[in-house]
């Protein structure tokens, strides 16, 4: 038989569901070799459907997003006890994405945002005497394997095709890695990046721009340029698309493994590159990020030391 196969849908925008078709031709060998049992964005399976199978029968559940509410908690510990394996597929589930910038705030603050002085959802509601209910909204939005156990990581925003198609021969060979293993290549972007001839031996920034200011030369390194460039501080496998394209790495790989806390590394990079001493001009080029967290911890604030913004 056929080894089966899962993919889910937690907090996130979706486009780790469409990397998947973006193997295109090669979707077709996915589909000959494996017996996909659940995948609600593109076939219509039911969650009865995966409640029928018996536990540890699903070979590998892919599961993408990262997890702010009860019913994407309860799918992510029902799919880990059907499946013999779970892949936190894509940066969300692995260290909570940009979803996890809502650790910035509080559920009560996203929907007076969002609702201003309107109606706020309830998770009870009675309506002609019917009983409705909604999933509970938590306050904290956390990475994959803080509610269930995780056995490997696929990273990228989303991951690309090469990187989907080798985790998956890795994960139906004979011999797929020890658990815990991000299935990228445990190295810094700077060693895929074709402008890494052009970076100086000693890097020091007069000042920072952001992208919308300038035109950066298509051929030197854009972190001596004074772009926010995070490829130092970020695991390797995308095979630089992102400053192909003329644009500066954003971090969406995550880190390698020798760094705990990735948006620590990327600010710690980004200052060590500063050409000044003096505290008052230090200040004057930071003052050109404008939004740290936003761009050092962009993927990776539920998973980092911080966590989430401290509320009073």
Not at 75 to 93: D, E, H, P, T, Y
Not at 132 to 141: A, K, N, Q, R, Y
Not at 234 to 257: D, E, H, K, Q, Y
């Amino acid at each position: 038989m056929k080894p089966k196969v899962a993919f889910y849908w937690c907090a996130s925008c979706g486009g780790c569901e469409e990397a998947v078709v973006d193997l295109n031709e090669e979707l077709l060998e996915v589909a000959n070799a494996v017996d996909i049992v659940f995948w609600p964005v593109a076939l219509d399976f039911k969650e009865k459907d995966v409640d029928s199978l018996p536990d540890g029968s699903i070979l590998a559940s892919f599961i993408n997003g990262a997890v702010r509410n009860s019913h994407q908690q309860e799918m992510a510990q029902l799919l880990r006890a059907k499946s013999q394996l779970v892949v936190a597929f894509g940066i969300c589930a692995q260290l909570g994405g940009i979803p996890g910038l809502a650790n910035l705030t509080g559920a009560q603050g996203i929907f007076q945002e969002v609702y201003r002085d309107g109606v706020t959802p309830a998770t009870r509601h009675r309506e002609n005497g019917y009983p409705l209910s909604l999933p509970e909204f938590w306050d904290t939005v956390v990475a994959l394997d803080r509610v269930i156990a995780v056995d490997y990581y696929v990273p990228g925003c989303p991951p690309t095709p090469n990187i989907i198609r080798d985790a998956l021969h890795v994960l139906l060979g004979p011999d797929p890695p020890p658990r815990g293993t991000v299935l990228a290549p445990d190295q810094a972007l700077c060693e895929q990046c074709p402008r890494k001839d052009t970076r100086p031996e000693k890097l020091l920034v007069k000042e920072f721009k952001r992208v919308h200011q300038v035109i950066p030369d298509q051929q030197t390194c854009l972190l001596a340029q004074g772009l926010a460039c995070l490829g130092p501080g970020t695991r390797a496998g995308c095979n630089a698309l992102c400053v192909r394209g003329n644009m500066p790495c954003t971090g969406c790989f995550g880190p390698t493994s020798r760094v705990r806390d990735f948006g620590a590394k990327a600010l710690s990079a980004m200052a060590s590159v500063i050409d000044s001493n003096e505290e008052s001009e230090i200040a004057r080029i930071l003052d050109a990020v404008p939004d740290p967290v936003g761009t050092f911890y962009r993927y990776s604030l539920p998973s980092s030391l911080l966590g989430r913004r401290r509320m009073e």
